[in-house]
């Protein structure tokens, strides 16, 4: 077939409006065409790989065959325009906005306080508006099925759930609110228990909800049905730059095609071609678009079973398998039971709905989950080519690609046979990934035996396993040895051997994990095993045993299900004007623009005239001088306008950190220069051709080299309080340990951006940035472009998730544009892609500890000496700082008379660490608390009682000499146990441990004492700007920075309290330096509540300003009064500022009032472990905080939880890796998990305590915004309890320690069993491991 030169016309409609494309290049993405050429910047970049879900959109297709219309939520991200012809595209700007009408689903998400930073917002509003399209009146199993493939770093997902519920089929209740009552009782006042106070549940009221609107949604254009029906029989062409798009219409089109271009991929979903050319830069001539192919969507059922198109999406799979699990024999349906059980779990639902069962078959990703399952079950690949048809097996010769069982590349698949099962069959599925849902698999698996018929003699027995090698394994060898032996203990002994003998893992083995992927091999058969013998009994029961009680507990997996929460809060006080907003939850001041995409964040703003796109050049080395910079073949890429080094500083290029690297990099991922080009394609392809030679040096990259090295970023720090010989002296006993705790990634959603725009005038220059601390971008950017500070104005609207990641790393990309648009003239962009930005920049200290401490018999901790190291990476940072506060605050709740803590930050060659909430405190918690576990074990008390022991009471002193009151300590432990219903849960616990061996459970309960805010009075400090203009309106400005975390709504709270207007009146606009000069960085938990006594004090100015005209007209409107002033000539207009409150810490004494004050809370959680996988659910959270009085209980509890969830990836989840060359290997959403939706908890309880006060901030409330995190500590101790239940029925020794995090690796590897002791094991030292351990 001749391939035509002319390019067709792309059609499709965006929201609405139709898109003719004359030049649409298949190498174009829906995301990027959206974003920069329709200007619709409300679907957001979040990973570019499928795996966060901010670029979801919806797409909807007309079936003119069925006379359908099909809607699907897709990731625009891999998404090529030229797959959209005829289909019509949903972004969140079509679904509702300001301007026109707001979407029920956007004003609920808002009202429910489900968005703070905002950038996944549009994303999850897509994710339910298709699923709503599609069900109108879905379950909530559908609702969280379809945020499966959303990210959100901020909310703790809790509110968000929430806010769907509402449009659920079925309502939810909490069932324990602990008061008794039920929350779906629309009484929302309640008392409660321990004080008395009047307590408030609930933070939004579903009452106000408007009802779904039908006439709102697009109708899908006529236009495209008719295109549908008319263009069946043409094929399409579009030719891009380098790429050929063709589309045929028939079978026999496509053929021709293959056989012409056999070389050429089938693209359906693109979500493995596309992760190919979005990752490694892949590219092909020629693609074929095999949609509009009927055949490849046949669905029809045989004698023989299902016969499935293999251009059919997998969620389509799935809603066929579930029908026929439903109408069919259960014996007939065992392998769709299989793969049901994977399609549940298996990416997202927007992968799920672009992905095509042939794409996945052909693909054959080691890991992929399907394969296996398909492969046991015989299933049969439908095969044509110009020759004609065929059939093969989808066997293990097929997924290990032996040319005599693969496709030819000619052939295409048309459809899949997938068999019925038969009456002795027995099918199953197994996965184990690093988080539940959306994350490939580590190791999976599928496995059949047929018996011969009444019998338990095997006769057919097949084995495959995916994760292992580059492609899915058989143990095709060991399954022919057992054939004919009965299914026993004894044939499974032999199975395991056999099994490890033949599927090999070499200790190198990419992805690590090694010994726990050979233990998954055994476990898996473990569970097949028992699997089998419980169908067969259920078939044969009288043939057949049951299953012991301890056996049953090995079967089944651990699934999360529906999430439900309470919220408790004080109310205000009854006599407090309805107008105040104070005390009242108050929804997000951008919530409903989180909601439907109007927010601007940086690379939202609109191109500017002249604008370049940045890419830059990074170190591939970790220390290495830089010999030579060769950018000449760069500078030849058509669209490169220069290429800029630290030559083209002119002033300082960068502070304690370079921005550009001189003469020697100490990083991989360091930047080395920058390439500024007419677009982003241009300047990545410059970037590539920039030659770097380099002269290696030694690098050191783990806390162990370091200290070997004697390599710190500063002298120690130490603190020392009582007699610590003596104490030890005293004690009955004394233990020693150590504790690894690894870093984390910050994730924000919103990767760093800056966008720097040259003024025409004196050289000044307008930075719009993604920071936390617009100072320091003001600073470095004037020093390094040698200009003083009133030349730079910079901007910040709003930023997408910082937590700390955004204080110190935006300054230098700030510089590394700056400096390009000085050398060029022209405005600068320069947006991270996630993997550079995980690449470049640094994240939480990983921490070593060693601890040694003394105590007696009773539980009390009588001394300890403390040892910690923090890995800082290449430059200071914040390190030193982050040593300093795990010094200050490693005694957490815990009054330990003789103390000696030494810190030391260590210097490495990785990529700088940086401050990450609760900086430092995680660290220090984590381990103090192990040391309570360990005297605990040690003694056999309880390990709550050994808590109680030695907590804190009454007024103390610090281990520096602060003074502070641990009552609220004692109200939060109680009302904890209380509220948890501790001992009754802990009893339960014992119980159900005692009958499962295979599953256990934990219970922990953690107390905090977290000191809020920084060591000294300056990090304090903080400026306002109010104005009221002539109409009454009011403008607040102030230093701080909106990160998520509802500052800008607690100013207008503030200013609405103290003005006496009504938040109609006032408005926030940005924070910039022109405005409020040397601002402070918005972190330490203390940003709102500072920046609000600024507001507070201008108000409070103007307010005596206008005390005159109020007195002489006591019942006149605020217009009035505003008027009368302007009048009088009375400046409406007012600084505010605040000095900060007084802290010093002198490190010579060892004595300070190194913090503001303290914040007290409590957490108790449940889990239930898998011993045989490592899995865990989260069963039940229960946080109490002393919250004092606060001033947005919506927004203060998304702090708590939301951090609460971040401090569980922290612990449990987050895994960083390094190569041995100092590489960091986990660079994107698909090796790097953070917390999904099926992480929270089921139950998920946050509690704030009443009749609290704090003399010290703002209306006697609390800075929220780190304290949470710590909390999350509980789950992993809850896991270590479980853990500990485990060991102990083994009869293996307690007084384990385990590492954080506590992942689905580490959980199985601690639980030692007959399956781990089987596992070769590996000597080190004897190999080079994939990945180092740097903590
Ligand atoms: C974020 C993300 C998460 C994922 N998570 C999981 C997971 O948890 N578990 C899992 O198993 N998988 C997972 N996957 C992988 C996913 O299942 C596969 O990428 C997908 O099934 C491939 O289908 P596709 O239609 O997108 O393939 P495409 O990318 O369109 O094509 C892939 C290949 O298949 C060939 N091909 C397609 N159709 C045919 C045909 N009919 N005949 C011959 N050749 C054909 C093409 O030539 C091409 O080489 C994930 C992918 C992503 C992006
Ligand atoms: S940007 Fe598309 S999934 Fe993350
Ligand atoms: S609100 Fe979800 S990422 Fe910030």
């Keep these: ?210 009802p779904m609107d039908p006439t709102q949604e697009f109708i899908f254009p006529p236009e495209l049905m008719r295109m549908a029906q008319e263009q069946q029989r043409t094929s399409l062409i579009f030719h891009g730059k380098r790429t050929t798009w063709i589309s045929p219409t028939n079978l026999k089109e496509l053929l021709e095609l293959k056989a012409k271009y056999p070389k050429a991929p089938l693209v359906v979903g693109n979500t493995s071609v596309g992760l190919k050319n979005n990752c490694h830069g892949a590219y092909h001539p020629i693609i074929l678009h095999p949609v509009r192919i009927p055949e490849m969507h046949v669905v029809s059922s045989t004698n023989d079973g299902l016969v499935i198109g293999a251009a059919c999406c997998l969620a389509q799979l799935r809603d066929i398998l579930m029908e026929a699990v439903s109408k069919l024999p259960e014996e007939k349906t065992k392998i769709y039971q299989a793969l ?168 190198s083995a990419l992805g690590g994990k090694v010994e726990y992927r050979r233990t998954l091999l055994v476990s898996f058969l473990f569970r097949f095993y028992l699997e089998v013998l419980h169908g067969l009994y259920q078939m044969y029961p009288f043939r057949y045993a049951e299953l012991s009680q301890e056996k049953m507990s090995a079967l089944g997996i651990l699934e999360s299900g529906v999430p439900q929460g309470v919220q408790i809060y004080q109310d205000v006080d009854p006599g407090q004007s309805p107008q105040d907003p104070v005390g009242r939850p108050i929804m997000h001041q951008s919530g409903i623009k989180h909601a439907t995409g109007e927010a601007v964040y940086i690379d939202d703003i609109r191109p500017v005239d002249g604008e370049l796109s940045l890419a830059v050049v990074t170190s591939t080395k970790a220390h290495a001088k830089i010999i030579s910079i060769d950018a000449s073949e760069a500078l030849q890429v058509p669209g490169v306008v220069d290429v800029v080094t630290a030559r083209d500083v002119p002033g300082e290029n960068g502070k304690d950190e370079q921005a550009y690297a001189e003469d020697k990099v100490i990083c991989v991922g360091q930047i080395i220069c920058a390439v500024v080009a007419e677009s982003l394609t241009q300047a990545k392809c410059g970037a590539e051709k920039v030659k770097i030679v380099y002269e290696d040096l030694e690098p050191i990259l783990t806390i162990e080299d370091a200290i070997k090295h004697n390599s710190y970023i500063t002298e120690e720090r130490n603190i020392e309080k009582g007699d610590i010989e003596k104490g030890f002296k005293s004690a009955d006993e004394i233990i020693e340990g150590e504790l690894h705790m690894g870093g984390q990634e910050h994730f924000y959603l919103e990767t760093n951006s800056v966008l720097v725009i040259p003024r025409t005038e004196d050289r000044e220059m307008d930075v719009y940035v993604s920071t936390q601390h617009a100072t320091d971008v003001q600073e470095l950017v004037a020093s390094a472009l040698n200009l003083q500070s009133n030349k730079i104005m910079c901007h910040v609207k709003r930023v997408g998730g910082a937590f700390g990641g955004k204080i110190t790393k935006p300054s230098l990309f700030a510089v590394i544009a700056a400096v390009a648009a000085n050398k060029t003239g022209r405005p600068v962009r320069f947006a991270l892609e996630r993997n550079m930005d995980m690449l470049i920049t640094g994240g939480r200290h990983p921490f070593f500890g060693k601890y040694k401490v003394g105590f007696m018999n009773d539980g009390r901790i009588i001394a300890a000496d403390f040892q910690c190291y923090i890995n800082g990476g290449c430059t200071k940072d914040e390190s030193e700082l982050v040593i300093e506060y795990i010094i200050l605050k490693v005694d957490n709740a815990y009054n330990i008379p003789n103390l000696r803590v030494r810190g030391h930050a260590c210097k490495t060659n990785l990529p700088s660490n940086t401050a990450f909430r609760g900086f430092g405190f995680p660290q220090a918690g984590l381990f103090v608390e192990t040391c309570i576990v360990a005297v605990a074990t040690q003694t056999g008390l309880p390990h709550e009682k050994v808590r109680e022991i030695n907590m804190y009471k009454g007024v103390n002193l610090t281990s520096f000499k602060e003074e502070f009151n641990a009552e609220n300590l004692w109200k939060c432990w109680e009302e904890c146990l209380d509220k948890s219903d501790y001992y009754n849960r802990k009893a339960m616990v014992e119980e159900f441990n005692t009958k499962n061996y295979w599953k256990k459970k934990g219970i922990a309960i953690i107390p ?44 207008l709270q503030i200013a609405s309290r103290e003005l006496k207007i009504p938040l109609s009146y006032i408005h926030f606009c940005e924070t910039s330096t022109t405005t409020v000069p040397n601002g402070k960085y918005t972190a330490g938990s203390v940003g709102t509540e500072i920046n609000a006594r600024a507001v507070q004090d201008a108000c409070q100015i103007l307010w005596k300003r206008l005390e005159p005209i109020r007195r002489d007209n006591p019942n006149g409107k605020w217009e009035d009064w505003i008027h009368e002033a302007h009048e009088q000539s009375i400046s409406l207009s007012a600084t505010g500022y605040f000095k900060g409150y007084v802290t010093n810490m002198n490190w010579d004494t060892k004595k300070g009032h190194a913090f503001p004050y303290f914040l007290f809370g409590v957490a108790c959680s449940e889990v239930e472990i898998d011993c045989l996988t490592g899995a865990h659910k989260n069963i039940r959270t229960d946080i109490v905080m002393d919250a004092c009085f606060s001033i947005n209980p919506a927004i203060d509890i998304g702090q708590i939880e939301g951090a609460f969830i971040q401090g569980v990836g922290l612990y449990t989840l987050e895994e960083i890796y390094f190569s041995p060359e100092g590489e960091q290997l986990t660079l994107g959403p698909d090796t790097y998990k953070i917390p999904a939706i099926c992480d929270i908890p089921k139950q998920f309880c946050v509690y704030l305590l009443p009749n609290s006060c704090n003399s010290i901030a703002i209306y006697s409330s609390k800075g929220m915004g780190e304290a949470g995190f710590f909390l999350g500590s509980s789950v992993f101790f809850a896991i270590r309890d479980a853990v500990a239940a485990a060991r102990k029925e083994r009869g293996l020794p307690l007084d384990f320690t385990l590492n954080s995090p506590l992942t689905v690796e580490r959980i199985r590897m601690a639980c030692d069993d007959v399956f781990t002791e089987m596992i070769p094991k590996d000597k080190p030292g004897l190999y080079k491991p994939w990945a180092i351990n740097i903590n």
């Design 340 to 507: 049901l059980q994977h399609l549940k779990t298996l990416a997202g639902e927007q992968i799920r709905s672009m992905a095509s069962l042939g794409g996945h078959i052909v693909s054959r990703g080691s890991s992929w989950d399907l394969n296996p399952i398909l492969s046991v079950g015989k299933s049969v690949l439908n095969l044509a080519s110009e020759d004609g048809e065929r059939q093969i097996l989808l066997n293990d010769q097929f997924l290990a690609g032996c040319e005599h069982a693969d496709i030819m590349p000619k052939e295409v698949i048309v459809s899949v046979l997938i068999p019925y099962s038969m009456k002795d069959d027995f099918i199953s599925a197994f996965r184990q990934a690093e988080r539940q849902k959306n994350a490939f698999s580590i190791v999976n698996s599928g496995m059949r035996v047929l018996f011969s018929p009444g019998t338990d003699t095997i006769v057919d027995l097949s084995i495959l396993y995916g994760g292992i090698g580059s492609t899915t394994l058989s143990a095709r060898k060991s399954c022919e040895k057992l054939i004919g032996r009965q299914w026993n203990d004894q044939m499974l002994n032999k199975a395991c051997r056999l099994v490890l003998e033949e599927i090999v893992l070499p200790p």
């Design 1008 to 1051: 905090m004492k977290f000191s809020v805010g920084f060591n000294a009075t300056y990090f304090h400090q903080a400026g306002a700007l109010v104005h009221i203009y002539i109409d009454g309106s009011v403008l607040v400005t102030h230093g701080g920075i909106e990160l998520g975390q509802g500052i800008n709504t607690k100013m």
């Design 1 to 210: 077939m001749a391939c035509p030169q002319q390019s067709d016309e792309l059609v499709f409609f965006v929201n609405g409006r139709k898109v003719i494309e004359r030049q649409a290049d298949p190498e174009e993405l829906l995301l990027y065409y959206l974003r920069k050429k329709l200007r619709l910047s409300g679907t957001k970049y979040g990973c570019g790989v499928g795996g966060c879900g901010a670029c979801t959109v919806m797409i909807s297709t007309y079936d003119p065959v069925a006379k359908q219309i099909h809607h699907h939520p897709a990731n625009s991200c891999l998404l090529p325009i030229c797959s959209l012809h005829g289909a019509a595209v949903t972004t969140v700007e079509g679904v509702g906005s300001i301007k026109t009408r707001i979407h029920p689903i956007q004003e609920r998400l808002a009202k429910c306080h489900g968005s703070q930073c905002g950038f996944c917002t549009p994303g999850m509003v897509m994710s339910i508006y298709a699923l709503l399209r599609n069900h109108a009146v879905p379950s909530m199993e559908q609702i969280i099925s379809a945020l499966d493939g959303n990210l959100c770093r901020c909310t703790g997902y809790r509110p968000i759930i929430d806010s769907y519920t509402s449009f659920a089929r079925e309502a939810t209740c909490c069932k324990l609110r602990g008061t008794g009552q039920c929350c779906l009782d629309q009484e929302e006042c309640v008392c409660s228990s321990s004080t008395g106070a009047q307590i408030h549940s609930g933070l939004c009221n579903p009452e106000e909800f408007p």
